[in-house]
T-cell receptor
Framework: DAKTTQPTSMDCAEGRAANLPCNHS???????VYWYRQIHSQGPQYIIH???NNETNEMASLIITEDRKSSTLILPHATLRDTAVYYC????????????FGKGTKLSVKP | NAGVMQNPRHLVRRRGQEARLRCSPM?????VYWYRQLPEEGLKFMVY????????ESGMPKERFSAEFPKEGPSILRIQQVVRGDSAAYFC??????????????FGPGTRLTVL
């Protein structure tokens, strides 16, 4: 699986959009980008995934650059409950077994 | 449809005792994964099981740790002769059958093991 690089921490004002970047410059053609988050003391939660097209669901939007070397997770209207560590994971879809969690980005949403 | 269930949520053991952690996957899910999160660290994969089979145990410590997922009943992560360094949060995740579904794993609330 390709390596990912994320900022250690970010702040966001409540009600504003939170834009979390992820660099994956060594991504290969068959690798997808997945986002999970872990709210303090809870198990991780799947958010969204994509290959090359932008994706949106009820939780977030995922914007992947045309060269696929980076992506941005967007929480359109961040709330205090979105304070969590956000993990960007790159892997071949359907590959066997475990997810590899890096250090992620600690997002703090402030009132 | 209940989510992934883990019990106990908190477990305290003295050094040398055994710890048994249970995980009931979501209904219809046949893949189970165990992860460990040491204090102030990220999640680390331990083992991946399907019913009655261990598929990948590359993250399991070589000694004292074992896992099973029997035909009937929950998956069990067993730690024998616990040491202080085993104190951590242990998370179980499950995914439905199907190759591509392994990428979307549903996590339980975790079991927090404290070794005195």
């Amino acid at each position: 699986d390709a390596k990912t690089t994320q900022p250690t921490s970010m702040d966001c004002a409540e009600g504003r959009a939170a834009n979390l970047p992820c660099n994956h410059s060594t991504i290969s053609g068959n690798e997808y980008v997945y986002w999970y988050r872990q709210i303090h003391s809870q198990g991780p939660q799947y958010i969204i995934h994509g290959l090359k097209n932008n994706e949106t669901n009820e939780m977030a939007s995922l914007i992947i650059t045309e060269d696929r070397k980076s992506s941005t997770l967007i929480l359109p209207h961040a709330t205090l409950r979105d304070t969590a560590v956000y993990y960007c994971i790159v892997r071949v879809r359907g590959s066997q077994g475990n997810l590899i969690f890096g250090k992620g980005t600690k997002l703090s949403v402030k009132p | 449809n209940a989510g992934v269930m883990q019990n106990p949520r908190h477990l305290v053991r003295r050094r040398g005792q055994e710890a048994r952690l249970r995980c009931s996957p979501m209904k219809g899910h046949s893949h189970v994964y165990w992860y460990r999160q040491l204090p102030e660290e990220g999640l680390k994969f331990m083992v991946y099981l399907q019913k009655e089979n261990i598929i990948d145990e590359s993250g399991m410590p070589k000694e004292r740790f074992s896992a099973e997922f029997p035909k009937e009943g929950p998956s069990i992560l067993r730690i024998q002769q616990v040491v202080r360094g085993d104190s951590a949060a242990y998370f179980c995740a499950s995914s439905p059958p199907g190759q591509s579904s392994r990428d979307t794993q549903y996590f339980g609330p975790g079991t927090r093991l404290t070794v005195l």
